[in-house]
Each structure stands twice: as C-alpha cells, then as structure tokens.
C-alpha cells in the first residue's frame, strides 16, 4: 500500500509540474488586419481587454501579441477609428493562434455634413503657455500597453461656433521624441464627461524632426470640419505602442533612502515620447490620462497640466 501511494504521489509531482512548465510559455496570437478593400490597416488597435494586454498593428497589418496569460475562450479586441470594432474568441490546440487576415466594415454615414459659415477670426485655446512655469513630464510605459492617452478638457464657456482648426501638443526632446502617436478629439457632454470621438479618422502625428528644436507638434485638421462642441471638449494624445527598439527607451526609477538620497532602484524599457507639461497651482485642473479605457483625472493637489493646445476658427 504505501509503496503504491508513494507512486501516486510521484505521479501527481510529475503531472502537477509538467501542467506548471507547459502554462509558463508564452502564448503567441498573430495576424493582419485589412479593411474591406483589401488594404492592410496601420496602427489598428489589438487587444485583450480582461488581461490588460494589447498592440497596435505595423505598416503592413501585422501584429504579434505575446504572453503566458493568453488561453482559449479569450476575447480578443481588434479597433479602429472609422471601422466597425472586430471581437474574437480564441481557440487553438496549442499555443499559437494564427488568426489570418482581420478585415474591418466601414462604418458609414458616421456623420453628417457640416456647412460651416467662412470664419476669420483665430483663437487659442487650451494650455499654450510655456515660460515662467515650472516645466514637468507626462512619460509613457511599457507596463501599460493595453491604452494610454493624456488628454485635456477645454470648456466652450464663451460658446464659439466655428471649427477646430489646429491642434498641438509640446514634445519634450526627452525619450524617444520621434515617436509617432494619435490624435483623439472627444465631445464632452453637459458634465464636462468624455462622450464619443469627435475626429472619425485615424490622424497619426510623426512626433519631433528634430531633438532640440521645434517642440510644439502641431497638425491642421481643417479639411475634417469638426465643429466646435457647445459644451466643450477633450484633445488627446494616444500613445502607439509597437515592439520597435528605436522607439524604447531604458529608464532609470530611483527612490529615497534612508538618508534622504536617490538610489537607483532598477532599469525598466519605457516607450515613446515625454508629453510636456507644466505646473501651476492656479490654473483649473483640466488633465486626464486615459488607461485601458478609463478616465482619470489627474488629482488637484499635483498641479500638472498637460501643454496641449487648439486653434480654433470662429465666427
């Protein structure tokens, strides 16, 4: 008896670490998405929403989503603005998922079209200041590659009507500035909330030419019409990540010791760009970050502000 209980426990050992050692390899998930011409889609959005996991698609189409938390019965998520949004579910015999071509509907007659009266006069709105403020950072990882977007909420409270006509957004020469991102425009609703997207194209900024000069990255969206909001709303800058090197970048987290020194801590691989800011403690708190699909306030008592901008055509 206890020799074949002593084999059953061996037996259950080798099962129990066989189950362990297949359950710790990546699960890989591959694919190309197309719209319904056939054309490969850039900077499609890939995810998983419930595992906090996502990519964005190459030039090409592909993507190539990785981890050991994938398994069968997951939803995977495939986006993009102007098309209707792709879900999934998972199945496969064994740890690839090869998912082929993805094609993406149009979605028609979004909306309708606007006949703007000819305006002439311009005005900025947003936060265009940059001197005489303490400059800070917005910096974008690597841990949070399912969404990031840094946005800010700009009123309509002198009730403009016209268009937007430009939007910008001040690129620190700090990690990688090159970095191309996306730009989100959102109608807010009667509360100041976030409601739907008000620019129903895909607008990619290429980030800054040039490390040193030129910070403010700035993208005319004139020929989209986007009327002014009676109540207001959001600009965004996503955040696009891809497995490129050339857009990582190593940084250094410190932390106060007991002496009250910075020690380094450890290395970590961030993506992107710096976003600029600035600190003003009397400024209204117009800033948000939007994680996974969740808006967030940015909280009074930091004073961060995001230095993004608008030029708004008006009548």
Known sequence: MKITKNITLQI????????????SFAQTI?????????????????????????IYTFENGTFELS?????NGDTLTVSFLGYETKNIRLQSTNSQYQLGVIQLKTIVNQLPTLTINPANKLVTVGNPEREGFK????????????????AIFIPNKEKYIGTIETVSFWVSPHGKPKTPF??????????????????TESVIAKGLKRRKKNRWVTVDLSQYQIEIPENGFFIAMEWLY?????????TKISKK????????????????????GIVDKKRPNNTWIVRDGKWTQFPNRSAMHASIKATLRVR
């Open 12 to 23: 259950s050992l080798i099962l129990f670490l066989i189950i362990n050692t297949f359950s």
């Open 30 to 54: 591959t694919g190309t998405v197309q719209n319904d011409k056939n054309e490969s889609i850039e900077y499609a959005h890939v995810y998983i929403a419930a595992k906090y996991l996502g």
């Open 67 to 71: 981890d050991t938390s994938i398994q």
């Open 135 to 150: 400059p800070t950072g917005f910096l974008y990882g690597k841990k949070r590659i399912f969404q990031c977007q840094k």
């Open 182 to 199: 996306r730009i989100r425009i959102y109608v807010a609703d009667e509360n100041g909330k976030a409601t739907g997207d008000l620019l």
């Open 242 to 250: 891809r497995a490129e090197k050339k857009y990582n970048n190593k």
């Open 257 to 276: 010791n007991e002496e009250g020194e910075y020690e380094v801590i450890r290395t970590e691989i961030w993506f992107g760009q710096h976003l600029g």
